[in-house]
């Protein structure tokens, strides 16, 4: 009986988010979307071959909860991301050759995302969520942000909502998107 609840509930829940999702879409109504996992060193030619692919097989999403991780670094979250404070900030070429293939981008970026160190989650930053949402925030590839790869308590919600209303006011119709695994306890 408690699976049952819990996977009523789950269902339920994973219907209003699509539901949600779906309503603040303006020109696309229905998302179809890819994870790429590309990193920091993935070559802007790759990139634009995933793309074409993409376009090809009617793929108008890009959720990409890696790009912005830098390899072989360390556990220091000062050093682990790309930042848009970075000299020089993070490159926008990515979002350029999905606005030419007609991909919406739904990045990963640290400013606009919740993270996590070895000592847990990091609090919420307005100063830094504002420098991503002016750097990042009107390029016309952007869908939305990648806020947190996986929700794993009721206390997770409590890191995504700071992020969520901070992108929300900046453009109400940027999607806000994190995952909840069908083992949590949300």
Not at 74 to 82: A, H, I, L, P, V
Not at 114 to 121: F, K, L, P
Request: aromatic share 14%; charged share 15%.
């Amino acid at each position: 009986m408690k699976q049952l609840k819990f996977t009523t509930v789950f269902i339920i829940v994973q219907f209003l988010f699509l539901t949600n999702m779906l309503s603040q879409t303006q020109s696309n109504r229905f998302i179809i979307g890819n994870f790429d996992y590309s990193v920091i060193s993935t070559s802007i030619d790759a990139m634009v071959w995933r793309y074409k692919k993409m376009q090809e097989y009617n793929i108008n999403c890009a959720m990409m909860p890696f790009k912005l991780h830098k390899l072989n670094s360390t556990s220091d979250t000062s050093n682990y991301f790309q930042w848009v404070s970075s000299t020089p900030p993070p490159s926008k070429e990515f979002l350029d050759s999905a606005y030419t293939h007609g991909i919406k981008v739904i990045p990963y970026v640290p400013e606009n995302s919740v993270i996590s160190d070895r000592n847990g989650y990091l609090p919420y930053d307005n100063t830094k969520a504002q420098q991503g949402l002016a750097y990042w925030g009107n390029h016309p590839a952007l869908g939305g942000f990648y806020i947190k790869d996986e929700l794993f308590s009721r206390d997770d919600i409590n890191y995504v909502k700071p992020h969520a209303q901070a992108i929300r006011a900046f453009k109400p119709d940027l999607l806000r998107f994190a995952i909840i695994p069908p083992v949590c306890n949300v």
